[in-house]
């Protein structure tokens, strides 16, 4: 007799969600496969992550390339990992300009990771060209997302609830506030 597994009902699927990683070097390849360890630990019951890597150097390989991009053109995350000094090699730059108008506004995120932001949180050359790209892309940009924060991403999702459920003075103010009878307004 086969044994099949049975979900209990009202029980949905997890979702698998893609994301490409493009990392400078080894060493922030480390500090991306952190945070996405994180990210899969924080949402595993909601979707499963399917990451794909490859490194600046692969991405001058043209069978690489055209790979890495067609899997770019339906990543719900597109995540590089880079040092913060100096602007990302033109290579690179063709790479993304190859497919970024292949995703047609399709939802998304660019992610911006360097394992250690420059001084006074000033934005790199290559943060600055990340956030233009995924600007026209229609994705949202997040930059500096340590996988050891307590707190939220910024603009994402958990960010929004939780400041949302948040009473502050002025927000207790209107709510306190009497409404103006009909012929005061």
């Excluded at 060493?27 to 600046?56: G, M, N, P, Y």
């Excluded at 939802?107 to 990771?113: D, P, Q, R, S, T």
């Amino acid at each position: 007799m086969k044994r099949q597994n049975v979900k209990p009902k009202g029980t949905k699927p997890a979702q698998t969600k893609s994301a490409v990683v493009v990392y400078e070097t080894p060493a922030v390849r480390e500090h991306a496969a952190r945070f996405c360890d994180h990210l899969s630990h924080q949402h595993r019951s909601e979707a499963k992550l399917e990451i794909t890597w490859w490194s600046f150097a692969f991405l001058e390989h043209p069978v690489m390339a055209h790979d890495a991009a067609r899997r770019a053109v339906d990543a719900e995350l597109v995540i590089f990992a880079f040092r913060p000094d100096g602007d990302l090699p033109r290579s690179l730059k063709l790479w993304i300009e190859n497919w970024l108008g292949k995703r047609h506004e399709r939802e998304g995120a660019v992610i911006g990771l360097t394992d250690h932001p420059g001084p006074g949180d000033v934005a790199s050359l290559k943060e600055i060209y990340l956030r233009q790209i995924a600007h026209r892309a229609g994705m949202d940009y997040l930059s500096h997302a340590s996988p050891t924060a307590s707190r939220a991403i910024p603009d994402s999702i958990d960010s929004y609830n939780e400041r949302a459920g948040q009473m502050t003075a002025v927000l207790d103010e209107i709510l306190r506030a009497r409404p103006l009878p009909p012929s005061m307004l």
